[in-house]
């Protein structure tokens, strides 16, 4: 018998994906303590606050683009997965795998930036590990940051009601666009977007319903996520979409979806319609893009408001998506 090969997929919520996690997931027994499993972090209640743990594995190609490098998207990674789930990050564990060869001099520049990020967060490197593998067996460097936080109050991606507006924290897919960009040679004014988010997130927590940081299948992925989990409709409106003219000529030029591009320094929420436009109003002092995109109602899926009248369904990402961006 012909046996069944692991393939690239898209990342975040892909059919293939979710069918290999699924069958991961049942060799582990589940325990009723450690809470939101699958979320961006599980949760643990410590007296009257709640840890959150968090782990990703970043793999990144090219490791240097425009606005930042491998270090710097796992260290701001990890602290948004805490951040979005209402945690305030206090540790960050690091692991390298170096391909024998690589250029001490690249790896120092990637140490400073993820030291950049430790200092300017205020969360520190507190534990790690450190292995070379033959040349070959890897490409050149692969981070796994590991994290935890303390949260008074957990934020998930299935609390989204019907009345609530949708925001974005800024313009959404400039992540994607740096990297792309890099690869095809293509000239393009917009860096990553890779950005830690813990004090506009907490700027605003207190309104918010859920919160997700679309990366991997962007924003797609993680609103259908919403959505289902959340058991609503989501509607975006095609004249609010946050989408920079850069980021939709390239996704246009290379038949990919918008919507499918990964950020690493955004977050899209649901928020009560009555404190969306004070939410806004806070999250610009960080980001004067950030806007309301659309609506929760009553019903199941995302879909698009055209500016002609028209509703579309938008889909969860699937195939082969943009590899090794995040």
């Known amino acids: 018998m012909e046996k069944e090969m692991i393939e690239l997929e898209a990342g975040a919520g892909g059919e293939k994906s979710n069918r290999l996690i699924a069958q991961i997931r049942r060799n582990f027994s589940a325990s009723r303590r450690w809470k939101n499993t699958q979320d961006d972090g599980a949760s643990f209640r410590i007296g009257k606050e709640q840890l959150v743990f968090t782990t990703d594995a970043f793999i990144v190609d090219p490791i240097f683009f425009p606005g930042g490098d491998i270090g710097k998207i796992a260290m701001c990674g990890t602290i948004n997965d805490l951040s979005v789930m209402g945690a305030r990050p206090i540790g960050i564990g690091l692991s390298l795998v170096i391909e024998e060869g690589f250029p001490e001099e690249d790896l120092q520049k990637i140490m400073e930036s993820i030291g950049k990020i430790s200092k300017i967060t205020g969360v520190p490197i507190v534990t790690g590990d450190t292995k070379v593998t033959e040349r070959g067996k890897i490409d050149k460097l692969e981070i796994t940051t590991s994290g935890v936080g303390l949260a008074k109050k957990i934020i998930n991606n299935s609390g989204a009601q019907a009345g609530d507006a949708v925001i974005a924290s800024g313009n959404l897919g400039e992540h994607a666009v740096a990297l792309l960009a890099s690869r095809f040679n293509y000239k393009t004014k917009i860096r990553s977007d890779c950005r830690p988010l813990t004090l506009e997130i907490q700027s605003v927590a207190k309104y918010m319903t859920s919160c997700k940081d679309p990366t991997r299948g962007g924003a797609a992925a993680v609103l259908n996520e919403m959505a289902e989990k959340s058991k609503v409709k989501i509607i975006l409106e ?76 938008i889909d969860i990402p699937r195939g082969k998506l943009i590899p090794r961006i995040c």
């Open 238 to 313: 095609e004249d609010a979409l946050p989408f920079a003219k850069e980021t939709v000529a390239l996704s246009e030029l290379l038949g990919i979806d918008k919507f499918s591009f990964p950020s690493e320094g955004r977050f899209v929420a649901t928020v009560p319609q009555k404190y969306a436009k004070k939410a806004i109003q806070i999250l610009r002092k960080f980001n004067k893009e950030a806007k309301i995109i659309g609506a929760v109602t009553r019903g199941r899926g995302l879909y698009l408001k055209t500016s002609l009248g028209g509703v579309k369904k």
